[in-house]
């Protein structure tokens, strides 16, 4: 009787140990730190068009405290299923004016928009290769996920991408 004693309470230290390693993780990476693959043109020069890995911090958004220029990962609101990133330009409040269709160089018209409030504009850093608010308007901050704060693949480029 002893042996198994010993055999139970040996397994329920490790699954309970297990169980804590497990909600670590959750806790991580629903409310703290979020991996995040990116890739495509949209945000070329700053983030190439060869796939890498970032941490994206949660913190910040979900108190609704980004700033102007912070590159943030949030669901697209033409496909909730897709996260898109891109850099915030205009907070609520804020008037925003660009180009409506940057490849007509011929017509450059130019469109003015108010921020509403609960809201932020953001663009990619291409705006001839980018869908962003000159394309679905401004996005609410319910649908920020994280800010991008740390590079991690590939490593060469490995470190801090607080003010990129």
Request: hydrophobic residues 35%; glycine residues 6%; aromatic residues 12%.
């Amino acid at each position: 009787m002893g042996l198994f004693r010993t055999v139970v309470k040996e397994a329920w230290e490790k699954t309970f140990l297990f169980t804590k390693f497990l909600c670590f993780l959750h806790v991580t990476d629903n409310y703290l730190v979020d991996p995040v693959k990116i890739y495509g043109p949209s945000m070329l020069p700053v983030i190439d068009l060869n796939p890498s890995l970032f941490l994206g911090e949660r913190i910040t958004p979900q108190s609704g405290k980004v700033t102007h220029r912070d590159i943030v990962v949030f669901r697209s609101p033409q496909n909730p299923r897709r996260t898109v990133t891109k850099r915030v330009i205009g907070l609520e409040g804020d008037t925003i004016t660009y180009v409506s269709n940057p490849e007509n160089n011929d017509n450059d018209k130019h469109e003015t928009a108010v921020v509403p409030k609960g809201h932020v504009w953001v663009q990619g850093d291409n705006k001839y290769n980018s869908t962003d608010s000159r394309h679905f308007g401004p996005i609410p901050y319910g649908l920020i996920e994280s800010k991008i704060f740390w590079k991690v693949f590939p490593l060469e480029d490995f470190g801090s991408f607080w003010r990129k």
